[in-house]
């Protein structure tokens, strides 16, 4: 089975102060990584996935992830916050024959002025 | 593109009525579509996939004679949540995919409040 293990439920910070999110997954096969953003009372909107090649991935909004498989992680990080980045993120994991995403709890992020 | 719209974005019933909420794909043709649960501060928890013309997939636990799920073509699914009672309360989120699960877009949710 697959599951992802999200390490932080809120994460406060400053605005243009760096900031990682934390995403542990585990599988017994090779997988496919999302990160999705949600603001309040709406849906899910994509930041970046990783299906293959290379193990950085750069996403919208100056979002990027680094896919580690010995480490078995994929952590979301960000240069400079801004007060617009404060939403929900999910972490999410899919692939070897499971037809579904599995979510992670999620991060609130709370960026501060 | 790929833009996904569900319809009421809200609504407020009696308990015991049904509620219907439709999920379109505007602009794509969706193979499968994925019907999401999430409750207040928690993460979404999927309920069933659909693929068009045949039966939902339903998740354990999920009964699927109270969330029935209809997927007639490939732009549009719908989920009817039969009798509804106040723990039916949630946010419901649909997804639709043109391919495999690795490409979903979501919709932008509604909320069913039952009192």
């Known amino acids: 089975a697959q599951s992802v293990t999200q390490l932080d439920s809120q994460v406060p910070v400053f605005e243009e102060a760096p900031v990682e999110l934390r995403c542990n997954y585990s599988?017994?096969?090779?997988?496919?990584l999302f990160w999705y953003v949600q603001y309040p009372n709406q849906g899910l909107q994509l930041l970046l996935k990783?299906?293959?090649?290379?193990?950085l991935v750069k996403g919208i909004n100056g979002f990027e992830a680094e896919f580690n498989k010995s480490q078995t992680s994929f952590h979301l990080r960000k240069p400079s916050v801004h007060i617009s980045d404060t939403a929900e993120y999910f972490c999410?994991?899919?692939?070897?024959?499971?037809?579904?995403?599995?979510f992670g709890a999620g991060t609130r992020l709370a960026v501060h002025p | 593109g790929a833009v996904v719209s569900q319809h009421p974005s809200r609504v407020i019933c009696k308990s015991g009525t049904s509620v219907k909420i439709e999920c379109r794909s505007l602009?794509?043709?969706?193979?499968?579509m994925f019907w999401y649960r999430q409750f207040p501060k928690q993460s979404l928890m999927l309920m069933a996939t659909?693929?068009?013309?045949?039966?939902?997939?339903?998740e354990q636990g999920v009964e699927k004679d109270k969330f029935l799920i209809n997927h007639a073509s490939l732009t549009l699914s719908t989920l009817t949540v039969t009798s509804a009672h106040p723990e039916d309360s949630s946010f419901y989120i649909c997804?639709?995919?043109?391919?495999?699960?690795?490409?979903?877009?979501f919709g932008p949710g509604t909320r069913l409040l039952v009192l």
């Open positions: 599988s017994s096969v090779s997988v496919y």
């Open positions: 999410a994991v899919s692939g070897g024959g499971y037809n579904k995403l599995i």
């Open positions: 997804s639709a995919s043109p391919q495999g699960p690795e490409t979903q877009y």
């Open positions: 990783y299906l293959s090649g290379s193990t």
């Open positions: 659909s693929n068009e013309g045949s039966k939902a997939t339903y």
């Open positions: 602009d794509f043709q969706a193979t499968t």
